[in-house]
T-cell receptor, first 112, second 113 residues
Framework: DTGVSQNPRHKITKRGQNVTFRCDPI?????LYWYRQTLGQGPEFLTY????????KSRLLSDRFSAERPKGSFSTLEIQRTEQGDSAMYLC??????????FGSGTRLTVV | DQQVKQNSPSLSVQEGRISILNCDYT??????FLWYKKYPAEGPTFLIS?????DKNEDGRFTVFLNKSAKHLSLHIVPSQPGDSAVYFC????????????FGSGTKLNVKP
């Protein structure tokens, strides 16, 4: 097992375009998390899944953001009509439950 | 409103000396505290944690101290090594919801050889 994998590593997009990121968690982990980290700040919680169920969403997750985990394995995070303020590092993490997050290396989004 | 704060953006320490990284929190409902280390181009990795029923937890060169009355915790690294140079994030969680961590803004530690 190679840990939590995120693709792409970097994404540059024009304002107004839609983007989608993928996260492949550690295979035996049933919980998956998305965080966003902007420059000079710590990671901020966006949402989490237990298996395929999305159990909590942050107010940061506006209606332009949607996350899915259709079969309880990999997850996608889509941002529609991107804005410059969406530029950030998007981090995915997984855990078997309770404490013990393992983070991926993140997807860096730049909106120009 | 940031509930976990790291007021020192950076810290520089000589190799072999002690590094002390500080973290303050405002929410008295937090029950569990963690430190993560982050190297450039990598995700944060778990370093050490402490629950609110303890005031100290030690793991090798790393010790975390918790002062609940002051809502303050600190990470001590002794002795500091150049490989410890990274950004350190403090995080907090509540017992009833370990699925949501609140992170501080990080402290960049530079250990000089």
């Amino acid at each position: 097992d190679t840990g939590v994998s995120q693709n792409p590593r970097h994404k540059i997009t024009k304002r107004g375009q839609n983007v989608t990121f993928r996260c492949d968690p550690i295979s035996e982990h049933n919980r998956l998390y998305w965080y966003r980290q902007t420059l000079g700040q710590g990671p901020e919680f966006l949402t989490y899944f237990q298996n395929e169920a999305q159990l909590e969403k942050s107010r940061l997750l506006s209606d332009r953001f949607s996350a899915e985990r259709p079969k309880g394995s990999f997850s996608t995070l889509e941002i529609q009509r991107t804005e410059q303020g969406d530029s950030a590092m998007y981090l995915c993490a997984s855990s078997p439950g309770g404490l013990g997050y393992t983070f991926g290396s993140g997807t860096r989004l730049t909106v120009v | 409103d940031q509930q976990v704060k790291q007021n020192s953006p950076s810290l520089s320490v000589q190799e072999g000396r002690i590094s002390i990284l500080n973290c303050d929190y405002t929410n008295s409902m937090f029950d569990y505290f963690l430190w993560y280390k982050k190297y450039p181009a990598e995700g944060p990795t778990f370093l050490i944690s402490i629950s609110s029923i303890k005031d100290k937890n030690e793991d090798g060169r790393f010790t975390v101290f918790l002062n609940k009355s002051a809502k303050h915790l600190s990470l001590h690294i002794v002795p500091s090594q150049p490989g410890d140079s990274a950004v350190y994030f403090c995080a907090a969680a509540r017992w009833h919801n370990f699925n949501k961590f609140y992170f501080g803004s990080g402290t960049k530690l530079n250990v000089k050889p």
